[in-house]
């Protein structure tokens, strides 16, 4: 089984915020694999089904994005997920509207949700798949933005980014590791 998990704020205020691009990623996966994301557990909202032959569970912790760690501990515990087994869908301000990176270890980045999950789980090798929100302008706050919603202009390389990270995590799940899906979207360009 693979843990596919978005990270993000739950309620409708942060809908199609900059911080709840995980879980438009989520949402995405669900609709495209036809998953009903209608159970509660371990404070997330989840949902079960397969990507190819492989069990997935799709999760949304409900903690807000600062203590995701706490319901992705509760969830490796319960099914007894490995690191590779895990794969966190996460922004990124590093990177342009709508561009992905992949990496299978590595730091938190600022992401202070996956700083919780290293945290929580005790290490740091599991997949991530940053999707890029934009650097912050000098003059906002970084919590305001990332809060803040995307403009019109970013909209179709945010949908771009989106559609490329659930392609992403699709052939991760698929090919049972990371390397190729990592050579096809870490290009230069990728999503812009």
């Known amino acids: 089984m693979k843990a596919i998990i978005g990270l993000g704020n739950p309620g409708r205020d ?7 691009v995980g879980f438009e990623v989520i949402n995405k996966l669900a609709y495209d694999y036809n998953i009903d994301m209608n159970k509660e557990k371990f404070k997330a909202v ?6 190819g032959f492989e069990k997935v569970i799709f999760i949304e912790p ?3 994005m600062n203590l995701s760690g706490e319901s992705v501990r509760e969830f490796v515990n319960f099914y ?7 794969i966190v869908v996460c922004d990124d301000i590093n990177l342009p509207v ?7 270890k590595g730091s938190d980045g600022g ?3 996956l700083r919780n999950i ?6 740091d090798n599991f997949t991530r798949v940053r999707v890029g929100v ?3 302008p000098a003059q906002w706050d970084l919590a305001k933005y990332v809060l803040s919603k995307f403009t019109n202009e970013e909209h179709d390389d945010i949908i771009k980014g989106i559609t490329d990270a659930g392609d992403a995590v699709t052939m991760i799940v698929k090919d049972g590791n990371a390397q190729k899906a990592m050579n096809t979207f870490n290009k230069k360009g990728i999503g812009k």
């Open 14 to 20: 942060y809908k199609w915020t900059r911080h709840n």
């Open 46 to 51: 989840t949902g079960e089904g397969r990507i």
């Open 62 to 64: 409900l903690t807000y």
């Open 80 to 86: 007894k997920l490995e690191p590779e087994d895990i």
């Open 98 to 104: 709508g561009s992905i990176r992949i990496r299978t």
């Open 111 to 113: 992401q202070k949700g």
């Open 118 to 123: 290293i945290y929580q789980l005790g290490y």
């Open 134 to 136: 934009g650097e912050k």
